[in-house]
């Protein structure tokens, strides 16, 4: 349209024209230099300058409520609604985004007077901005006191922006919308209660959570860019950069342990876990990993591992660690071809010393002791305690056999010089037996058993002595011998079986559990009886197949029978010692359980007396871990062994097993009764349940009853029986029946 001249008057629309145009020149050179809300910010005052608007305001459209708009920039006297959101109705949506201004008969100054409490809000101008796809994005909105006010200048000056206004707009939605997404994910991140980083492709920081923050001590600002030589310990960071870069190679996870140097100055042993993450178009971007601090963990296994494998009082190596050492020393011999002794030596009368100068004194003693032992032994030499007052020792290299002699006079005359303790000077004497590699035997616990038998035939012959082992004198070491080379064949052959003994509730009469007892029926049809074969089986490490079958065995019987109907039992199965002390011992347990599908609750651990308190630091931690799987233990042959009240308040136990040699003769024998009832009311008030063992007569079942002991077993009720004989007797005897008449000492059994 061509411009009128200088004395043509121009027409309202012209006149309104030129204002815009004016404007926007004005406008222009601000509002080029901004984007997002800083766009929106200059526009929306510099208008409201202009124009002499009350106020101006640019709101979004909430996703969450449809119609609805938040009002994120505001200019001039723009009051705002008190929840933060206005609404429109459905018509004046509609209405607004199809006209692309608001009309009249929207009322959108009442609608938007009500929701700002602002009754001065007389006329407005309101442009509905869209994104390029034409959905609602929001409004821009301007508004006078008073009724037809700037509202058509305002629109001319903001209908050739609509298209940038739409733009900015859905730039700033999408940019808080990342934000909100980093804001969360950082929150996510933060929320781990483990250290988490991550690093760009140059291997410096990118950030971390709180926990990886607050663990170095650092700031996020002090972490960005860094790389891991600037905060990892100097010794170890060129093998994490090392470990980074082959992650960046391709490999897909790392997982490591290494040290790290935290907040409080303290080098903490960390577990790496690495990984690298992909960009979107699937190239790497970089390494996300986490530590995890098992300084502690680390701490208590080395606690474990000592306990388990060094005598606490002296520090020397045990049994246990003493034979695993030997073992690779008789390797090593075998390669060289030399000779090795290995000595063992008893201390005696160890026991009147204990008994006169006490227990402190003893102990004392056998530091002593030990501190003279090591200071006899060379590099490769082993010095153990293996018992309560006794040492092994292994000597390598040797030149000649005669050299174990010389160190063995050595031995006896340190052991004599005298120990100066409260109450007087002790002159010790010990004897010492010497077997020798490979003359007495090849294996380390062959050697050892050897030097053991050796030791007794000294201390038989003469006090304070060494004798050589001899297989002559030692028949008996060798019928040893030769039955340990039968239950290793037995074992392979599967000559080993189980029995059941039912256990018994003595008041309701119900078969409550068996006791699995081995037994051994060699291929001649000839049965070796348990206390002859187990305790060999304990020296030689037999016991440890063995006894992992038997549980397994048992665990498994006792689940066929469940899953073919008969009533749930519990199953008490034996466990030595020598089983206990395995570091693995309670994992097993947990795996024979799962492997068998037999509830924990459904099986007892036996242990006696003595074999908990040897080692008892680390059988109480055992204990306490089989107990925690559910598993019920039982303390056996109670009366027999150390007979403590104080290891029965540190052992977490269920069950007391009264030994039969006290059972045998009550009622009527006095001593045995007054034990037996002393040991059921100390059960009692220690919140232990008491089994009876060994029942043979009515009597003495009448007796256990009177004084209130639970349960029992013994040939009254069943000897041992076999799986399926068993089964029987538990099918159609599950519950016990006296007998009008007791004259033959017996019960009859009826089916429950």
């Known amino acids: 349209m061509s411009r009128p001249s200088g004395h043509e008057k121009m027409s309202p629309a012209e006149a309104l024209d030129e204002r815009a145009c004016t404007l926007l020149r004005d406008i222009f050179p601000a509002i080029c230099s901004t984007v997002g809300k800083a766009f929106f910010a200059v526009l929306m005052n510099h208008l409201v300058d202009r124009l002499e608007a009350r106020g101006a305001f640019v709101a979004r459209s909430v996703a969450e409520k449809p119609g609805h708009y938040e009002i994120f920039v505001a200019a001039g006297q723009c009051p705002l609604p008190e929840e933060g959101t206005f609404g429109l109705s459905a018509q004046q949506q509609s209405l607004l985004f199809s006209r692309g201004s608001a009309p009249a008969e929207l009322n959108l100054e009442r609608t938007l007077a009500a929701a700002f409490q602002d009754p001065q809000l007389r006329s407005l101008l309101a442009l509905p901005l869209a994104a390029a796809d034409g959905s609602p994005l929001g409004i821009a909105v301007l508004f006078w006191p008073e009724a037809d006010q700037e509202t058509q200048l305002a629109a001319a000056v903001l209908l050739p922006l609509k298209e940038r206004l739409g733009a900015e707009l859905e730039r700033e939605i999408s940019a808080a919308a990342l934000r909100d997404q980093v804001h969360f994910l950082q929150e996510l991140i933060d929320a781990i209660p483990t250290p988490v980083f991550y690093k760009d492709q140059n291997l410096r920081y990118l950030g971390g959570n709180r926990e990886f923050l607050g663990a170095l001590g650092l700031k996020k600002e002090e972490i960005l860019g860094k790389t891991v030589h600037d905060i990892a310990p100097a010794d170890f960071a060129d093998s994490y950069h090392a470990t980074d870069r082959r992650l960046l190679g391709g490999q897909k996870l790392e997982t490591y342990q290494g040290p790290m140097v935290y907040a409080d100055r303290s080098r903490r042993e960390v577990i790496f876990t690495k990984s690298v993450f992909l960009t979107p178009s699937k190239a790497i971007g970089g390494i996300v990993g986490t530590m995890l601090d098992v300084t502690l963990n680390k701490q208590l296994e080395e606690k474990a591992y000592r306990l388990a494998n060094y005598d606490p009082l002296t ?5 246990m660690n003493f034979l695993q050492k030997l073992d690779k020393i008789l390797r090593l011999a075998a390669k060289e071809e030399r000779p090795v002794a290995v000595l063992c030596l008893d201390l005696d009368k160890f026991k009147a010393v204990n008994d006169s100068f006490g227990f402190e004194a003893c102990n004392t003693m056998l530091k002593i002791y030990a501190e003279r032992l090591v200071a006899q032994a060379r590099g490769r030499d082993i010095v153990a305690r293996t018992g309560g007052d006794r040492f092994a020792m292994a000597l390598y290299p040797i030149a000649h056999e005669e050299d174990a002699a010389l160190v063995a006079r050595r031995i006896l005359q340190i052991i004599g010089e005298p120990i100066l303790l409260e109450g007087g000077a002790i002159h010790g004497t010990g004897s010492i037996g010497i077997s020798l590699y490979v003359r007495d035997g090849r294996d380390a616990g062959a050697l050892l058993n050897c030097a053991d038998s ?14 050589y082992f001899c297989r002559e004198i030692n028949a008996a070491t060798q019928d040893q011998l030769a039955l340990e080379a039968a239950m290793r064949r037995g074992i392979d052959e599967g000559e080993f079986s189980l029995h059941y003994q039912p256990l018994i509730d003595l008041f309701s009469g119900t078969v409550i559990g068996a006791e699995a007892l081995l037994r051994w029926t060699r291929a001649d049809g000839s049965s070796i009886p348990p206390d002859r074969f187990i305790p060999v089986a304990e020296e030689n490490g037999l016991i440890h ?39 693995d011992f309670v994992p097993l347990v947990g795996s024979i359980l799962l492997e068998t599908g037999l509830r924990p609750g459904d099986l007892e651990l036996e242990l006696t007396e003595s074999s908990l308190m040897e080692n008892s630091e680390v059988n109480v931690l055992r204990l306490h871990a089989l107990k925690a799987l559910g598993v019920s233990l039982s303390i056996d042959d109670f009366g027999t062994g150390y007979s403590s009240l104080s290891y029965l308040k540190r052992f977490p136990l269920d069950v007391l097993k009264i030994d039969r040699s ?9 001593h045995d009764r007054v034990i037996t009832e002393a040991i059921i009311a100390m059960a009692h008030r220690l919140g232990l349940k008491v089994l009876a063992e060994g029942i043979e007569t009515a009597d003495q079942l009448l007796f256990l009853k009177r004084h209130r002991c639970a349960m029992g077993q013994g040939h009254f009720f069943s000897e041992p029986l076999p799986a399926g004989e068993f089964a029987r007797f538990l099918g159609h005897h599950s519950r016990l029946c006296p007998r009008s008449s007791t004259s033959s000492g017996s019960y009859d059994y009826a089916p429950a």
């Open 315 to 319: 520090g020397l190596p045990n049994r």
């Open 454 to 467: 050796a030791m007794y035939q000294a201390k038989a012959h003469s006090k304070n002595s060494y004798q």
């Open 545 to 583: 197949p063995l006894g992992q079958w038997a549980l397994r065995e048992a665990c498994r019987q006792n689940r066929a029978w469940q899953e073919a109907g008969y009533p749930r039992i519990k199953m008490a199965v034996n466990i030595s010692g020598f089983q206990l002390r395995r570091s």
């Open 662 to 670: 006290f059972i045998t003769d009550v009622p009527r024998g006095e």
